[in-house]
């Protein structure tokens, strides 16, 4: 599986982004998909996830309100629309495709990581 995340950026408080996770090899069509971030020194933790279908969704407390997660299936990808950013959203964004067709907020639910972008929001 070769997963390919883009769309990190620097942007102002209170400013969007959208990422995008893709797999150009349509290996993950069947399975969840999660994004999770991380910054220095401290443990990856979630942000969201989708199920195979896109009919089942969840988010962290700290995004929820704020962050979309969605799945285009005929392209293959999953995007993350961040609304309203603040600073302490600064991390590298990873995207994760899950072991099954659905998914929670464990790092170990997940067995493919992409590469990572880097996300800073500026206060």
């Known amino acids: 599986v070769q997963l390919q995340a883009s769309g990190g950026g620097l942007v102002q408080a209170g400013g969007s982004l959208r990422l995008s996770c893709a797999d150009p090899?349509?290996?993950?069509?069947?399975?969840?998909v999660g994004w999770f971030r991380q910054t220095p020194g401290k443990e990856r933790a979630f942000v969201a996830q989708?199920?195979?279908?896109?009919?089942?969704?969840s988010y962290a407390d700290t995004v929820k309100g704020r962050f979309t997660i969605s799945r285009d299936r005929a392209k293959n990808t999953i995007d993350l629309q961040m609304s309203a950013l603040k600073p302490e959203d600064t991390a590298v964004y990873y995207c994760?495709?899950?072991?099954?067709?659905?998914?929670?907020?464990?790092?170990?639910?997940?067995?493919?990581w992409g590469q990572g972008t880097l996300v800073t929001v500026s206060s």
């Open positions: 989708i199920s195979w279908n896109g009919g089942s969704k």
């Open positions: 090899k349509r290996t993950f069509s069947n399975n969840a």
């Open positions: 994760a495709v899950a072991r099954g067709s659905h998914s929670g907020d464990s790092v170990t639910s997940y067995a493919y």
